[in-house]
């Protein structure tokens, strides 16, 4: 029999202090050597994403995704959180980096 994934969630997070992130991290190694600066730059995209998911969505669970190739990064975070405004989304908030930071740092990689 296999437990309850919410009571096993809320458990892990009673004991550890935290919330339980279900995550999978796939990046090439050619690109890791060859352009560690880029795989820097979408591992913070994808660490600003959490926090966010975590200190404004109030998450309870997470699942949080990348995979980096040669030709393309995918970056993937979903939460049970309470959602974003679409104001917000598109143009963040006075005094918070958090949204723009992430838009920023990956304009720059595509110039």
Known sequence: MFPDAASV???????????????????????????PDVVREICQVFKEAVNNAV???HATRIIASIAITDEVAEVSVLDDGV??????????VSGHWGIVGMRERL???DS
């Open 55 to 57: 200190r404004h969505a």
């Open 9 to 35: 969630d809320a458990q892990w997070a009673q004991t550890h202090g935290g919330i339980p992130i279900n995550h999978m991290l796939v990046i090439r190694s050619a690109i890791a050597r060859e352009r």
């Open 83 to 92: 959602g974003i405004a679409p104001q917000t989304a598109a143009a963040g």
């Open 107 to 109: 304009a720059r990689l």
